[in-house]
């Protein structure tokens, strides 16, 4: 009996605790913290709208956004130019980047043309008697040829047998290398694109 009553009072015990102890939770009020009211004052200026240079001050190397490699497929000396040849350089559209010395390439492409003119006056004979009918044509193409200027294209050739007979003179292949040739003195100068 005696167990009984110690347990009983246990138990009351502690749910007596429990109501106090949410009774305190309960009414607990938390103050509300209390904030001094600055005003700070400060100066003010009115817009007035207008461009601001923005001016950088920096050290370091710089990077090109858009950089090209350049490869020149003939060999020779850089001639000198208004710019100098260096990395950042500005060039505008068609202007020289870079000039190779090409006067011998020069020299040796009018030595073609002078021997190429001179296998078609060589033929003009044989045309006259073999072809007269295309005489006047090949007289025509002959007088368009000067070998300080870009070689006019051969002219049409209406048979097998002129074919035959311009090819087997080596007119083809001398107008082709001086074409080749022509080709290749352009590729001394680099423009801007």
């Given at each position: 009996?005696?167990?009984i009553v110690s347990i009983a009072l246990g138990v009351l015990l502690l749910v007596g605790a429990l109501f106090i102890a949410k009774y305190l939770i309960d009414n607990k009020k938390k103050p509300k913290p209390q904030f001094d009211k600055i005003v700070k004052t400060v100066f003010v200026e009115e817009v007035e709208n207008?461009?601001?240079p923005i001016v950088i001050t920096t050290s370091g190397n710089l990077t090109a956004k858009n950089?090209?490699?350049?490869?020149?497929e003939v060999q020779g000396l850089l001639k000198p130019s208004s710019k100098e040849f260096k990395a950042g350089t500005i060039y505008s559209k068609g202007e020289n980047l870079i000039s190779i010395n090409s006067d011998e390439f020069y020299a040796n492409l009018t030595s073609q043309k002078s021997n190429f003119y001179n296998s078609l006056?060589?033929?003009?004979?044989d045309i006259r008697l073999?072809?007269?009918?295309?005489?006047?044509k090949w007289q025509t193409y002959l007088n368009s040829v000067d070998i300080y200027k870009p070689i006019p294209k051969l002219p049409e050739m209406n048979t097998d047998k002129e074919k035959f007979f311009i090819s087997g003179r080596g007119i083809n292949t001398a107008y082709y290398n001086v074409k080749n040739l022509e080709v290749r003195l352009s590729k001394y100068n680099l423009k801007q694109r």
């Open positions: 009996m005696r167990k207008k461009d601001i950089k090209i490699d350049l490869f020149s006056t060589s033929i003009m004979p073999d072809y007269p009918d295309e005489f006047q």
